[in-house]
C-alpha cells in the first residue's frame, strides 16, 4: 500500500511558476511508476506528465511540454511537477498517482493504483 500526499499548489499570475511535490510513503515507491494528472471544474481528469520507476524516462501531455518538468528522488520517496509559464487554462486540481504494473508509465488514470488527495493549482490572468 502506498500513501501519497500532494503539496505545493496555490494561487500564482500567469507566466509564474509553482513546484508541486508528493510525498509517497512505502519502500515500494522507487519501484512505481509516477504520473501527475489534472483535473478542471466541469471537465475529465486528464493526463500531465509520468516519469518511470528510475526517472530515466519522461512524458508529457502535449499542452504542458516544455513549460513542465517531472523529476523525482527516490532516497526521498517523492515526486516532483515543476510548473513554470504558467496559463490560466492550467488552473486544476493537480493529483499525483502510482502505477504499480512493471514497464513504463501509462496515460491514463486507469492505469494508476495509488492516488493523492490533490492541490490546488489556480492561475490568474
Known amino acids: 500500500q502506498v500513501q501519497l500526499v500532494e503539496s505545493g499548489g496555490g494561487l500564482v499570475q500567469a507566466e509564474g511558476s509553482l513546484r508541486l511535490s508528493c510525498a509517497a510513503s512505502g519502500r515500494t515507491f522507487r519501484s512505481y511508476a509516477m504520473g501527475w494528472f489534472r483535473q478542471a471544474p466541469g471537465k475529465e481528469r486528464e493526463f500531465v506528465a509520468a516519469?518511470?520507476?528510475?526517472?530515466?524516462?519522461?512524458y508529457y501531455a502535449d499542452s504542458v511540454k516544455g513549460r513542465f518538468t517531472i523529476s523525482r528522488d527516490n532516497a526521498k520517496n517523492t515526486v516532483y511537477l515543476q510548473m513554470n509559464s504558467l496559463k490560466p487554462e492550467d488552473t486544476a486540481v493537480y493529483y499525483c498517482?502510482?502505477?504499480?504494473?512493471?514497464?513504463?508509465?501509462?496515460?491514463?488514470?486507469?492505469?494508476?493504483?495509488?492516488w493523492g488527495q490533490g492541490t490546488q493549482v489556480t492561475v490568474s490572468s
Open positions: 516519469i518511470s520507476w528510475s526517472g530515466a524516462n519522461t
Open positions: 498517482a502510482a502505477d504499480r504494473t512493471p514497464g513504463l508509465p501509462s496515460y491514463t488514470s486507469q492505469g494508476y493504483d495509488y
